[in-house]
């Protein structure tokens, strides 16, 4: 063998094995890394969302069902207030709202809580190392969890007003809608959780920001109260797309088409942004805590 080939076939082998790995490409595999962990982890935050129920209500005769026997007291007397406010039929405003009301409570409740998920857990993530995402789950699993015992608070409306909101196969799609909606959480909550762990401020701001969204969705009005010059309000929301994709199933109606479009564009721009945050960002957030 030559002394050329010799030294090309020691040489290939070098060019192959010492390359460097940028860290864009290690960002981007513990990035996966940490998706894949927290997934496989899911009796850990199954376990912790169950805990944390139960220690919020620790020695309560009724425990979470406090949460919705409050709900249940707001629903009912806002129902009868608003339909005459409103000028709006009972039968149908009643399912309506409390749909909606449900609905609301979850998609709220997900994102102040999210925003403030590794700020609140800061000495749990320094201490023990565990996927980041793992968090995230943690505090979606809590609130589905939550959300299962309100929606008791829909069954008298249903008996009551049978005969518009009702119990067939459409309401399966409830289940659909709840999975759309975690993966939404999962992925813009890690997104408001590193954000909100980089600016505290960012905390307060949602809060506010929150409120002034419940008047501009139509959770206690529906669209029709409108102007048709003003519906835009409500048509181009992506707050309401994700509330009728889990109201309408529950009333035993399938979301409209317009819904289904706009929740599957947000859940595009969430991934995307939530990826390409995550990726470059991930290593930092436990020096911001």
Known sequence: MSPEAIDLSIENPLLETDRPVSSLQKG????FRDFKDGLCQWRIWLMLAYQDIKLRYLRS???PFWITLSMAISVYSMGFLYSHLFHTDLQSYFPFLVGGMITWTLI?????EL?????????????IKLPYSLYIHRIVTRNIIIFFHNMLVIVPILAIFHQVAKVNWNTLFLFVGLFVLYINAIFYGLTLAMIGSRYRDISQIVKSLIQVVFFLTPVMWKPDVLPPSKRFIALYNPFSSFIEIIRAPLTGNLPAFHDLLMVFGVTLI???ICYYLFVRYRARIVYWL
């Open 61 to 63: 005769i009724l425990g």
């Open 115 to 127: 925003t403030d998920a590794f700020s609140t857990s800061a000495n749990l993530l320094k201490q």
């Open 28 to 31: 981007r595999k513990l990035a």
């Open 270 to 272: 969430g991934i995307f």
């Open 108 to 112: 709220s409740t997900l994102v102040t």
